[in-house]
């Protein structure tokens, strides 16, 4: 059973930056996709970045593109993902998951994901 859990959210003003974190059990980081989701009341649960087993392969949706970057130590088995320019409409809650059936592809169909944390909240005052 894969474990996540996701740090590092918080209320920041807009056109601040904040860094999530995501702490993973085993060794899962090193063989598998992982990305990054929002929630919103009113949009779902919507793909942010992702990045696969080897950090070849990178994916972001455009609204975070140029402003957010993901990333991963391996030796802490942590994922992060890097939030600058911050806007009202990145408010959310975050979460980090994992994909262990096609490591080789930066997923960013959330019903391919296997395992997720359970969430750290974002707000950004306008």
């Known amino acids: 059973q894969v474990q996540l859990v996701e740090s590092g959210g918080g209320l920041v003003q807009a056109g601040g930056s904040l860094r999530l974190s995501c702490k993973a059990s085993?060794?899962?980081?090193?063989?598998?996709?992982t990305g990054w989701f929002r929630h919103t009341p009113g949009k779902g649960r919507q793909f942010v970045a992702a990045?696969?087993?080897?950090?070849?392969?990178?994916k972001y949706s455009d609204s975070v593109k140029d402003r957010f970057a993901i990333s991963r130590d391996l030796a802490q088995n942590t994922m992060y993902l890097q939030m600058n320019s911050l806007e009202s409409e990145d408010t959310a809650v975050y979460y980090c998951?994992?994909?262990?059936?096609?490591?080789?592809?930066?997923?960013?169909?959330?019903?391919?994901?296997?395992?997720w944390g359970r969430g750290t909240q974002v707000t950004v005052s306008s």
């Open positions: 990045i696969n087993w080897n950090g070849s392969s990178t």
């Open positions: 998951a994992v994909e262990i059936h096609r490591p080789w592809v930066a997923e960013e169909a959330v019903e391919n994901y296997d395992y």
């Open positions: 085993l060794r899962t980081l090193r063989t598998y996709t």
